[in-house]
């Protein structure tokens, strides 16, 4: 018992950074003057608007990362929206993809103007110098065994850049701030929910391919994977309450609906094993006992909700086989049987291709970031410096690619950066773990984990929530 008070901060620190939780005063999780969200108000109004403002509505987000590591990750969020946001809704900005580089600037510029990138160090001084070293060899690497060598230190910077200052901003938060962020974060996929609803109806739902529901966003594959991660949360949530709320049982089944409804087959196994293996994981990773991690395990709402959906599910057992079947066939566009098949179907090729590039370059690889078969990419330069500011590629199962791009040895170093990253997060609690799982189990079906530009700038922002959560805590103590 004495050794447990020694390791706790005084009642006085306690009371200056409040320890994240479900039961923490909702106005204390929100408290945070209106003017910091009026400029986010100002952006999404210009990017609605029109194709002129839209492209100044990356410009607007820029602008407003520069007040501080919190308006950072406000404006880096916003960024993955405007980008993903679907073309019913929006129009299109001609200068989108510099516009996002204007936004990571703007990050950046804010890490230095408000303490440096290593502020709080040793708190975060650890994750955020491993990424950089890490970012360096990338870049190296792409210098000496890429055949698209500008392309390669592009996108080796861009990453690196990124993720560096996701983790420094998220480090250098207070607590009562990253209890703050972390609440609007989850908002934000909340909102994208909720808006996405109205839409289940109405054909510009559908505008991709007609079956699999997009939303509010660009296409269901973005769709269905953002839903896959609200949903990872929103359960990570409810096992770690001692007495869920019913509304926040609902609410976890209108993520599940969602999923179903985009089709997205790698979101719904992502979710659902990125949580079963968060459950059996977690205890031994962060070396807290599960009932210390999972409360809500004997919560007997919990299990009533469960035993009413398995009861629900038996008598309405034809229907979800039917719609099960849908969601395997995406509506009859995939002709399969299991999800074995599908996978096989939709990331078979590729893994051959890819297979066949780790067998003739298996130390070196073939190049960060770029293609299995290089000539058919398509490089979009900046009409200025000629410099590469898009080079889009699809990869799926992202272990293989990243052997296949960096080598065996590289290979290793990243795999240690990537068990650093989960152990930070298992440390911070089953939602940060779940979270982080169920990002790295969407690369299965899209490797995304190294790009900024699109879908995968939010799980670099969840992957640095999630990594950072046992170093802000640790950091918490250090400083009472």
Not at 113 to 119: A, I, P
Not at 179 to 195: H, K, N, P, Q, Y
Request: glycine content about 12%; some cysteine.
């Amino acid at each position: 018992m004495d050794k447990f008070a020694r390791a706790m901060p005084p009642p006085a620190v306690m009371a200056r950074h409040p320890a994240p939780g479900p039961n923490m005063d909702p106005a204390l999780r929100l408290r945070v003057s209106p003017w910091s969200y009026a400029p986010l108000a100002a952006a999404l109004a210009l990017r609605l608007a029109s194709e002129p403002t839209a492209d100044l509505s990356y410009l607007a987000l820029a602008f407003y990362a520069l007040a501080g590591r919190p308006h950072a990750l406000r404006a880096l969020a916003m960024s993955w929206l405007f980008t993903m946001i679907s073309p019913g809704i929006a129009p299109d900005a001609a200068y989108a993809a510099i516009g996002r580089y204007a936004v990571l600037g703007g990050a950046v510029l804010s890490m230095l103007l408000h303490g440096g990138l290593f502020r709080g160090s040793p708190r975060g001084g650890g994750i955020v110098l491993a990424t950089m070293l890490l970012g360096l060899l990338l870049i190296l690497h792409s210098n000496f065994f890429s055949p698209m060598a500008d392309v390669s230190v592009l996108k080796a910077v861009s990453w690196a850049v990124a993720m560096t200052t996701i983790f420094a901003a998220w480090t250098g938060l207070s607590q009562t701030e990253r209890v703050t962020v972390t609440a609007e974060l989850f908002g934000l996929l909340v909102l994208v929910l909720l808006a996405s609803l109205p839409l289940i109806v109405l054909p510009l739902g559908y505008l991709r391919n007609g079956t699999g529901f997009q939303g509010i966003l660009n296409h269901p594959q973005a769709f269905g994977p953002t839903m896959a991660l609200l949903g990872s949360w929103a359960t990570a949530r409810l096992l770690a309450e001692h007495r869920p709320a019913w509304s926040s049982v609902a609410f976890l089944g209108l993520c599940l609906f969602a999923v179903l409804a985009s089709e997205a087959r790698t979101a719904g196994f992502a979710m659902v094993l990125g949580v079963g293996l968060s459950v059996l994981a977690a205890p031994g990773l962060s070396g807290k006992p599960m009932r210390r991690l999972l409360p809500g395990l004997r919560s007997p709402r919990l299990w009533t909700a469960l035993f009413a959906a398995l009861l629900g599910g038996l008598m309405l057992a034809p229907v979800i086989a039917q719609r099960f079947d849908q969601y395997i066939r995406k509506s009859g566009r995939a002709e399969v049987e299991t999800f074995l098949q599908a996978y096989d179907l939709s990331r078979g090729r590729l893994m051959d291709r890819m297979w066949e590039n780790i067998a003739e370059r298996p130390l070196t690889g073939s190049g960060f970031g770029i293609a299995s078969e290089p000539a058919l990419m398509i490089v979009t330069r900046d009409p200025i410096l000629g410099l590469p500011i898009g080079a889009s590629i699809e990869k799926g199962v992202l272990p293989l690619a990243i052997v296949e791009e960096i080598g065996i040895a590289g290979s290793l170093l990243m795999g240690m950066w990537l068990f650093r990253l989960m152990r930070g997060s298992a440390r911070g609690g089953v939602a940060s773990f779940s979270v982080s799982l169920t990002a790295l189990l969407l690369n299965l079906g899209e490797a995304t984990l190294f790009s900024f530009g699109g879908f995968g700038l939010l799980l670099l922002l969840l992957l640095g929530w999630g990594g950072t959560s046992t170093q802000t805590v640790a950091g918490t103590a250090r400083h009472g």
